[in-house]
């Protein structure tokens, strides 16, 4: 038992850094008040930011091993019904949190419904969910040799498809062309100056890929006690993940909003490399002084997030004056003093630290809640 908590420990550890990053990195406020590695790249390349979902993702994963593991000897009908619910419910918050606050005032006084019609689709909690609903059920139906199969022929196909259907670029990408046919361009995010997804239904096929390299990481800690030839493994496979990558953005560039599979290969390189760091610590070395921080995090990850997003998004709504309350207490509040860069840093910073409060909060009193 004492080892299954400190392999646990790490999952969350894991899971609460990238939730922490996520935060800081949502509230970056453009290419001229942010610093460079908390934005994504523009198009073809990569940040440190890129790197943040794909490494939620790859922490989804690693807990779906775990519970996957405690689960065991469940009938098929009812893993298919609790994998089910939970895919709908996170899709259903990320499709609701796009259509929040839900009612607009008119000009003629009156509230009525935001209208469907323009409400994006998907997301990044809709991602979360379709990549959680496909991992589980190819590795729960094929296991670990079908998902390397499986996430192999994915990879290529999404290669083929892109190459194939159109080109690499924003606006000849067959991505886009795919989410125009089956969403409509209403339904799609607006944010690239033109109606793309970066979250869109072709780049979710290679993503389902990031989750099952955290399943088969965190499945590996239930065959043995962690040491340090499962960490020089880790640490092998992730320099071969970014070698292959890199070979592969040769000719098939390293694209988040595409999510193109050279850059699956990179982010899960970075992942395996990290993991195993998280690890040596927390097992090997067992120095955890400095992880509850992010164990508070990783104990109500999708509920905190979703919890920031609303919070982001009541900032933007709310206006003093003509100014929306993000942009008054961006520069009233931070930018004053500390300038542009700076202010908007502490202002990430200390949004992320009031999340953690409540979600410190939920972890006194017991209460975690799975989305």
């Not at 894991?14 to 970056?28: D, P």
């Not at 340090?228 to 953005?249: D, V």
Request: hydrophobic fraction near 55%; charged fraction near 10%.
């Amino acid at each position: 038992m004492k080892d299954m908590q400190q392999r646990v420990l790490s999952v969350d550890v894991l899971r609460g850094l990238t939730l922490a990053l996520m935060i800081v990195v949502n509230m970056s406020i453009s290419e001229e008040k942010s610093y460079a590695p908390l934005l994504h790249a523009t198009w073809h390349g990569l940040t440190l930011t890129d790197l943040v979902f794909p490494s939620f993702l790859f922490a989804v994963g690693a807990s779906l091993s775990l519970s996957m593991a405690k689960n065991q000897g469940l009938a098929t009908s009812i893993f298919l019904v609790q994998v089910f619910k939970r895919t709908v419910l996170i899709f259903l918050c990320g499709y609701l949190l796009y259509w929040f606050p839900f009612f607009e005032f008119t000009a003629q006084g009156q509230w009525q419904l935001l209208p469907l019609a323009n409400t994006r689709i998907l997301g990044v909690l809709q991602r979360i969910a379709l990549a959680y609903g496909a991992a589980a059920l190819i590795v729960h139906f094929l296991k670990l040799k079908g998902a390397a199969l499986f996430s192999a022929l994915a990879l290529l196909a999404n290669w083929w498809v892109l190459a194939a259907a159109g080109d690499y670029t924003l606006q000849g990408n067959a991505a886009l062309k795919l989410d125009v046919w089956a969403l409509g361009a209403s339904h799609l995010y607006k944010g690239e100056g033109i109606a793309f997804d970066p979250e869109g239904l072709l780049g979710t096929l290679p993503a389902i890929v990031n989750v099952l390299a955290g399943y088969a990481v965190g499945s590996s800690l239930h065959m043995k006690r962690p040491d340090m030839a499962l960490i020089r493994r880790f640490l092998m496979w992730a320099a071969l993940a970014l070698i292959c990558g890199a070979m592969w953005a040769q000719v098939f560039p390293v694209n988040k909003k595409l999510w193109t599979s050279s850059y699956v290969l990179i982010s899960i390189g970075f992942d395996l490399a990290l993991f195993a760091l998280l690890l040596y610590w927390t097992d090997l070395k067992a120095s955890r002084g400095w992880t509850y921080f992010f164990e508070v995090f990783g104990k109500n990850t999708l509920f905190i997030y979703l919890l920031a997003e609303l919070g982001m998004s009541v900032l933007w709504l709310v206006h003093i004056g003509p100014m929306a309350l993000f942009d008054w207490i961006f520069t009233n509040g931070f930018a004053h003093w500390a300038g542009d860069k700076n202010g908007s840093l502490l202002f990430a910073v200390m949004f992320m630290l009031l999340c953690w409060c409540l979600a410190y909060g939920l972890d006194k009193k017991r209460i975690y809640i799975k989305l």
